[in-house]
């Protein structure tokens, strides 16, 4: 709803949920310019120092690509909506 708002004349940044590179190919799907990722920074850091991070950076980068060829996408920039499918959730009356 934000990406659609703006309608570009801002970026869109993602702070905070990102765990996986599907993470990052959903936010980019629905707009995001950038998607920061605060938490697994940290935890790798903490258990593994810099190394740790690189490896957190290659395993979410391959993550990504794998998402990305699953969707059948080649670029970053062929990433869209339509590879998004939402699902209606209807509450259950009391």
């Not at 905070?16 to 935890?43: E, M, N, T, V, Y």
């Not at 909506?81 to 509450?91: E, F």
């Amino acid at each position: 709803k934000v990406a659609r708002a703006v309608n570009k004349r801002i970026p869109v940044y993602v702070d905070g949920g990102i765990r996986r590179g599907s993470d990052i190919f959903k936010a980019i799907a629905l707009g995001a310019d950038c998607c920061f990722i605060g938490r697994p920074a940290i935890w790798a850091l903490n258990a593994m120092g810099a190394d740790g991070v690189k490896k957190m950076l290659d395993i979410l980068t391959e993550e990504f690509r794998l998402t990305m060829a699953l969707a059948g996408c080649t670029r970053v920039d062929q990433i869209s909506p339509k590879h998004i499918q939402h699902k209606k959730v209807y509450a259950s009356k009391l």
